[in-house]
């Protein structure tokens, strides 16, 4: 067996997993390495959601019964978990939505929406990058069709990280807000954080920043970052879908106007106006995501107690040796960086003109599941000049072997091809 250094107990947290211990195509042990599209779920998480629904399940806020507010509790608490695991000043900072792309989605409309000093125009300049998922360009082309605004955005080197070498003239003194990816979900490559929130804080412009591939594999502090808004997902950190977190500074919150308008983020309404409540209930119209948030929570506790430097260590480990294996299969082209420096453990790649899904295909036959795709980025696709994608991504459960798996039935869609 292959033994690497920073590697975590994988042994013990697999069996936390009851999913990897399937079989599939009827005699194939599952090797699971999707985990940038989903993370699979600990028992831990199971059990929170089931006794949720078993014990405890009512409408939050509304209610003085004890149901409405043991439920009330949870729910709240599940906000305090996600405050101090991305060490946020305030707890009402954060705000649950039901993914990154509803997060997103908040942001571009509160501008769109907002007054001055805010409000996006026809005066006025969006910058995002060529990375970007669909979830960070589709709003903002929106809003830009709405408003006039104009929409910029930094080109990719072909070594698959931004182009900043032209900063100075993307991000100007028009640009209104600059929204970014961390982790890129299909290159993997690490951004440059700091540079770019230097040179938005110079013009006066708002950033941010989408931690959906950063959140569940390193230490997240939306201090340290120095951004405006923080968007991420809890289905890809192991816990449920149908949750997901916009973190915002709380002098903006208390400024922007609302999206969605319903019950629970009003203070009163009567038939001619409506006042509205504090942040985070401000932004959270209607009935929440409250198992949903309950069993986020959870999730933060388990990925806690195992520490994220140490995930993120694992993972450094696990993709400095796929890079290396990788590198080794013949034909096979990495689409990103080529080393485990500056960037996550998600690898896409081409194997010389087999189209990536049929490796794909081939590859589940093995019981081995990867994305292929353009994988919701498919401007980056664009920009190298390919149709799409096969890609590997690990997560704190995945092992040397699972990699050797992959290797060794990249060899196998080689000869079945050809």
């Known amino acids: 067996m292959t033994q690497l250094p920073g590697?975590?107990?994988?042994?013990?947290?697999?069996?936390?997993?009851?999913?990897?211990?399937?079989?599939?195509?009827?005699?194939?042990?599952?090797?699971?390495?999707?985990?940038?599209?989903?993370?699979?779920?600990?028992?831990?998480?199971?059990?929170?959601?089931?006794?949720?629904?078993?014990?405890?399940?009512?409408?939050?806020?509304?209610?003085?019964?004890?149901?409405?507010?043991?439920?009330?509790?949870?729910?709240?608490?599940?906000?305090?978990?996600?405050?101090?695991?991305?060490?946020?000043?305030?707890?009402?900072?954060?705000?649950?939505?039901?993914?990154?792309?509803?997060?997103?989605?908040?942001?571009?409309?509160?501008?769109?929406?907002?007054?001055?000093?805010?409000?996006?125009?026809?005066?006025?300049?969006?910058?995002?990058?060529?990375?970007?998922?669909?979830?960070?360009?589709?709003?903002?082309?929106?809003?830009?069709?709405?408003?006039?605004?104009?929409?910029?955005?930094?080109?990719?080197?072909?070594?698959?990280?931004?182009?900043?070498?032209?900063?100075?003239?993307?991000?100007?003194?028009?640009?209104?807000?600059?929204?970014?990816?961390?982790?890129?979900?299909?290159?993997?490559?690490?951004?440059?954080?700091?540079a770019i929130v230097r040179r938005a804080q110079e013009v006066g412009a708002l950033v941010?920043?989408?931690?959906?591939?950063?959140?569940?594999?390193?230490?997240?502090?939306?201090?340290?970052?120095?951004?405006?808004?923080?968007?991420?997902?809890?289905?890809?950190?192991?816990g449920p879908t149908g949750i997901g977190v916009l973190w915002g500074r709380q002098e903006l919150l208390e400024d922007l106007p609302p999206f969605l308008g319903g019950g629970e983020m009003i203070e009163t309404v009567s038939m001619h106006s409506s006042t509205y409540a504090p942040a985070p209930h401000k932004f959270e119209a209607g009935t929440p995501p409250i198992a949903q948030a309950v069993g986020l929570g959870a999730a933060i506790d388990y990925l806690s107690s195992i520490g994220m430097d140490k995930i993120l260590a694992h993972e450094h480990a696990l993709t400095e040796y796929a890079v290396r294996k990788l590198g080794e299969v013949p034909d096979l082209r990495i689409i990103g960086p080529t080393t485990a420096e500056d960037r996550g453990a998600a690898i896409s790649f081409t194997l010389g003109d087999i189209h990536p899904h049929d490796v794909g295909q081939v590859l589940d036959e093995q019981g081995i599941a990867v994305r292929v795709g353009h994988h919701c980025a498919r401007p980056v696709c664009l920009r190298y000049g390919i149709p799409a994608t096969t890609r590997a991504s690990f997560y704190l459960y995945s092992t040397p072997a699972e990699i050797d798996a992959l290797v060794d039935g990249l060899e196998h869609v080689r000869n079945f091809f050809g």
């Open 7 to 194: 590697l975590l107990d994988t042994e013990a947290i697999r069996k936390d997993f009851p999913i990897l211990d399937r079989l599939v195509h009827d005699d194939r042990k599952l090797v699971y390495l999707d985990n940038a599209a989903t993370s699979q779920k600990p028992r831990q998480v199971l059990d929170a959601l089931s006794e949720y629904y078993e014990r405890y399940n009512a409408n939050v806020h509304r209610g003085v019964h004890v149901l409405a507010e043991e439920a009330t509790a949870l729910y709240e608490g599940a906000r305090d978990k996600v405050a101090a695991f991305i060490n946020a000043p305030s707890r009402d900072e954060v705000i649950f939505t039901k993914n990154a792309s509803e997060s997103l989605n908040l942001v571009a409309n509160m501008l769109g929406w907002a007054d001055e000093p805010y409000r996006v125009d026809s005066e006025t300049e969006i910058v995002i990058t060529e990375m970007e998922h669909h979830s960070n360009i589709v709003p903002w082309q929106l809003l830009s069709q709405r408003t006039g605004a104009k929409l910029k955005w930094f080109g990719l080197t072909d070594e698959g990280r931004l182009d900043l070498s032209n900063i100075d003239e993307v991000i100007t003194e028009k640009t209104k807000i600059v929204s970014f990816v961390l982790v890129s979900n299909i290159l993997g490559t690490l951004n440059p954080v700091e």
């Open 208 to 238: 941010l920043i989408d931690a959906s591939q950063a959140a569940p594999h390193m230490p997240l502090d939306v201090q340290a970052l120095q951004a405006d808004f923080v968007a991420f997902t809890g289905h890809k950190m192991c």
